[in-house]
Nanobody, 125 residues
Framework: QVQLVESGGGLVQAGGSLRLTCAAS????????VSWFRQAPGKEREFVAR????????YYNHSLKDRFTISRDNTKKTAYLQMNILKPDDTAVYFC??????????????????WGQGTQVTVSA
């Protein structure tokens, strides 16, 4: 089992920045990749970014790649999502998720094995 805990959400004005943290514990050696998703009220959960744990190869939702950056600290077993130039449309609950093996499409919710509880990000106009 892998446990994931997100933190770093909050209220920020448009144009501001936030850094989200996803702390992993348990069988972290089984983690193949970590992704960030987000879900706005009334909308489906949306893929944001992914990082492959072994070689830090990254992949982004193309509409977000210019403003968001995913990274990880292997020593701390933590993944991060740096979000810049935030917009009101970025308001959502942000989740981190871990996959224990490669499955395509890796942007799909169902291809992740473990989820955190989410952290709320609210961007005011």
């Amino acid at each position: 089992q892998v446990q994931l805990v997100e933190s770093g959400g909050g209220l920020v004005q448009a144009g501001g920045s936030l850094r989200l943290t996803c702390a992993a514990s348990g069988r972290t050696d089984s983690v193949y990749a970590v992704s960030w998703f987000r879900q706005a009220p009334g909308k489906e959960r949306e893929f944001v970014a992914r990082i492959r744990w072994s070689d830090i190869m990254t992949y982004y939702n193309h509409s977000l790649k210019d403003r968001f950056t995913i990274s990880r600290d292997n020593t701390k077993k933590t993944a991060y999502l740096q979000m810049n130039i935030l917009k009101p449309d970025d308001t959502a609950v942000y989740f981190c998720a871990a996959a224990t093996q490669f499955r395509e499409p890796f942007t799909e919710v169902t291809n992740h094995d473990y989820w955190g509880q989410g952290t709320q990000v609210t961007v005011s106009a």
